[in-house]
């Protein structure tokens, strides 16, 4: 296993940056949506370092990732922008996982290699071992990460996944964002079990349960089962504990479903206080450092914010763009795939 060793100085303090800048931008889509601006927000708010330590423990320029609709800090420290996310909840023209076709916080980028997500909860997971397979198949070192979260692991998507990369070793690394919620639904009543890491061995490779709320022990988890799959070891399960401050969505009230207390005491646990104070313990950022910061991103989402405000709706004539076979300017077929003509065979009008 890889040692304790935590990243350097500066890469600690990009680390904190992408995890505030994520909470920073989940708030501004909040008050977009609370001022009628944009129909649906799914938070982040909570799980941040979970997002972001996995991300800086792997290799942007050749893994694969295969995120879940909470993990906007996953997609922005990989490279997102603060526009970007904008115009996905405001569904303007530009917006770059689906030209605003799909519900906000449905990712991916084959520029950043995001896997596409659909909307039928952990299908990413088996994504996420197809790529996994043809980065085996063309000889490459490459490893594929996804997330869930704990209720997603009642899906036989995921145990199917798990069961495929095991039996063929697979470098994958399931990361399941236990918030002990899913949905409305505490995690008493969706397994018997106490730690999701727990099932692992059913499955013959290891599960690690992590402190989703220190972003160093993500990091430094998902670095060593990293090495793990670049080794031909397989796959590994990371289970990060964490939290939801938020109701499941923007159309959703938890306080109908949990305690008062509960809420309180998890939001005390917050990564990027957290993060904060081991900086500032360490001598890494002052008071006025971490001010200086805030004000720097809360301009780049005030820019963000009119430019997608101010991009125009997508044209009815892209509707069909991307979704059927088509021809280049000249003629030759695109991506090397066939045109396809649609119709109906005769007599089955």
Not at 320 to 327: A, K, M, N, V
Request: include cysteine; proline fraction near 5%; glycine fraction near 10%.
């Amino acid at each position: 296993m890889a040692g304790d060793s935590e990243p350097a100085p500066e890469t600690m303090r990009e680390m904190y940056r992408f995890m505030l800048l994520a909470r920073m931008v989940d708030e501004r889509c909040w008050l977009l949506n609370r001022g009628g601006k944009a129909p649906f927000v799914i938070s982040c708010q909570g799980q941040e370092a979970v997002g972001v330590g996995t991300v800086f423990a792997l290799d942007r320029d050749q893994d694969w990732f295969a995120p879940y609709y909470r993990d906007l800090a996953v997609v922005m420290a990989l490279g997102m922008t603060a526009e970007d996310i904008f115009r996905s909840v405001l569904g303007r023209a530009g917006e770059p996982n689906s030209g605003a076709r799909q519900m906000p916080s449905h990712f991916g980028s084959r520029r950043l290699r995001i896997v596409s997500q659909g909307s039928c909860v952990a299908t990413q997971c088996l994504h996420s071992v197809g790529t996994a397979l043809a980065s085996r198949v063309r000889g490459e070192t490459a490893v594929s990460i996804n997330y869930v979260g704990e209720g997603g692991t009642s899906q036989g998507d995921w145990h199917e996944a798990l069961n495929f990369a095991s039996v063929h070793r697979l470098p994958v690394i399931f990361v399941v964002e236990n918030n002990h919620y899913a949905i409305s639904v505490p995690q008493a009543l969706q397994m018997a079990v106490t730690d999701v890491a727990a099932r692992a061995e059913g499955y013959g490779m290891p599960g690690v349960v992590v402190d989703g709320q220190d972003v160093v022990a993500v990091e430094r988890a998902t670095r060593e089962a990293a090495a793990r799959a670049r080794a031909g070891e397989g796959p590994t399960l990371i289970e990060a504990k964490t939290h939801r401050f938020t109701s499941h969505s923007s159309d959703d009230d938890q306080r109908v479903y949990r305690d008062p207390g509960e809420i309180k005491q998890e939001a005390g646990d917050d990564p990027i206080t957290h993060m904060r104070d081991r900086l500032q313990a360490a001598g890494l950022m002052s008071d006025g450092d971490e001010e200086a910061l805030r004000q720097e991103l809360r301009r780049e989402i005030d820019a963000a914010t009119e430019a997608a405000e101010n991009a125009p709706s997508p044209s009815p004539d892209e509707t069909l763009t991307h979704i059927y076979g088509e021809s280049g300017p000249s003629g030759e077929e695109l991506s090397g795939m066939p045109r396809v003509s649609w119709a109906l065979p005769e007599g089955n009008g």
